[in-house]
């Protein structure tokens, strides 16, 4: 009997399910497993809104599904009569619970649908299975789009390599100072999404997945009770550090592992080089803090404020990853270049440093790595504390000298590293964690973005009329567009 009731309601949630997805369009084929993931998060969310709001407010959710999806159906007037009874019916409490309700499951449909791409995705890797040409899931994948180039559009793996490490996409962070979605719903949105994706896990254990149950119905719940809307308007200080979010939490570790996987399908391809560190495939641009077009509140000392705040955040996340590297590249062979370079750090090094957690003790010299690296990681510890200093103060006294101002600076001891480590054998260690600090830093460079300014053109002729009058060359404001683009 037990087992009949319990399919009941697995049926009962899945018949919800696909009223709440007949709302929203699909973006792949509907399958089990995405009936599965969204039927438990349905279960758990609705479990939730009974314990908070009664079992009344529970069947009146289920019930407004129900009529929806009859309607959508058979366009059945009646059901759409019948669904505006249900809800004029309701007082304003129960109105704002339930259009809440919609909110966050329909985001929680979302949720599901994400982790059941990733699920595709990895079967199909696992199987090399690449023939479903409608799949979302394989017309963005790299190796199939290099084999197609190859295959398809008869471009040698040669030709291919050459264009792919000749180019570079600009991928670009606009300004929005509306944007809905709240930085802590996000990030309670990632949590569930990665608790549901851990729970199908093949060899999860029953401890396991009961504390993952637990971790799921919490962060459901915190998303629930957290306000969607933000009732302060975000300043471009606020955006920068929201936009920021986003590399911290997903960019930042992405792009290596991007570029992890084209070196494969390079590989796969016939190509046994990796794309090269100093030719990034990606760069990250950005309009917050610097779209002024339209907008009084980007001042030059809002924009001077992000570029220091743009800088501390690369300099701390650089400098969270340099101790890693210390702990890994302990390597008492190196090149001679290295080591005369590494012998001048460490006779001219402080003797104790008690701010640093690891490593703050005077590195010996037969770690030439890490005497190299430990200045690296000083510069950093300056670089992100005098952006601090001036965007908290306006001054600083750390001077300049010690700190990176430049990405060649900054390159140029780690390129001193891999170049040694290639030439003593070491190649397999130069191409990992380092290769991969490489390309995040010729990525990122010392700001994670380039800052876009933008400016409405009136402004712009403005300055340059004043300029050309003041040279005596004419006004700027009358010259032809020819006259304009000759200047």
């Not at 029953?206 to 119905?217: S, V």
Request: one cysteine or more.
């Amino acid at each position: 009997m037990a087992t009949n009731n319990n399919n009941s309601k697995l049926e009962k949630l899945a018949s919800i399910d696909a009223q709440l997805r007949a709302l929203v369009p699909a973006k792949v084929s509907e399958d089990d497993k995405l009936v599965e993931y969204d039927a438990l998060l349905l279960d758990r969310f609705l479990d939730i809104l009974q314990d908070l709001h009664g079992e009344d407010l529970r069947e009146t959710v289920q019930e407004c599904y129900e009529l929806s999806a009859e309607y959508e159906g058979n366009s059945n007037p009646k059901k759409l009569e019948e669904l505006g009874n249900v809800l004029t019916s309701l007082d304003p409490g129960d109105s704002i619970v339930i259009a809440k309700a919609f909110s966050h499951m329909l985001n929680l449909a979302n949720l599901a649908e994400e982790v059941q791409i990733a699920y595709r995705r990895r079967i199909k890797l696992k199987k090399g299975d690449f023939a479903d040409e409608n799949s979302a899931t394989t017309e963005s994948d790299i190796e199939e789009t290099l084999k197609r180039l190859v295959v398809d559009l008869k471009k040698s793996p040669e030709e291919v390599f050459d264009a792919l490490k000749n180019q570079t996409v600009d991928l670009v962070f606009t300004a929005h100072p509306t944007q809905s979605v709240r930085r802590s719903l996000l990030q309670k949105h990632g949590r569930i999404r990665n608790c549901l994706a851990q729970l199908y896990a093949k060899d999860i254990t029953p401890d396991d997945k009961q504390e993952l149950d637990e971790a799921l119905q919490r962060e459901i719940q915190a998303a629930f009770r957290t306000d969607e809307i933000r009732r302060t308007p975000p300043t471009p200080q606020d955006e920068m550090r929201a936009g920021m979010s986003y590399f911290h939490e997903t960019v930042w570790k992405g792009v290596p592992k991007f570029l992890r996987r084209v070196d494969t399908a390079l590989k796969n391809i016939g190509i046994n080089e990796r794309v090269p560190y100093n030719a990034p495939l990606i760069q990250f641009s950005s309009w917050m803090g610097g779209d002024r077009d339209g907008n009084p509140r980007v001042t030059p000392e809002v924009t001077r404020d992000v570029c220091l705040l743009a800088r501390m955040m690369a300099a701390n996340l650089y400098y969270s990853q340099i101790e890693d590297l210390m702990f890994e590249l302990s390597m008492w062979r190196c090149s001679d270049e290295l080591r005369v370079r590494a012998d001048e750090l460490h006779r001219s090094s402080r003797r104790d440093a008690k701010h640093y957690i690891e490593f703050w003790k005077k590195v010996p010299p037969n770690e030439p790595y890490r005497v190299i690296l430990g200045d690296v990681r000083d510069k950093l510890y300056q670089t992100r504390e005098r952006s601090r200093q001036m965007l908290s103060h306006g001054i600083s006294d750390i001077p300049e000298e010690e700190t990176f101002t430049n990405i060649e600076q900054f390159l140029e001891p780690l390129e001193l590293c891999y170049r040694s480590l290639c030439s003593c054998g070491d190649r397999p260690i130069a191409d990992g964690s380092l290769l991969d600090f490489l390309r995040q830093v010729s990525t990122f460079g010392l700001s994670l973005v380039r800052l876009d300014i933008r400016q409405e053109s009136d402004r712009h002729t403005d300055v340059l009329d004043a300029i050309t009058k003041h040279l005596e060359i004419g006004s700027y404001r009358e010259w032809s567009e020819e006259q304009k683009r000759n200047c």
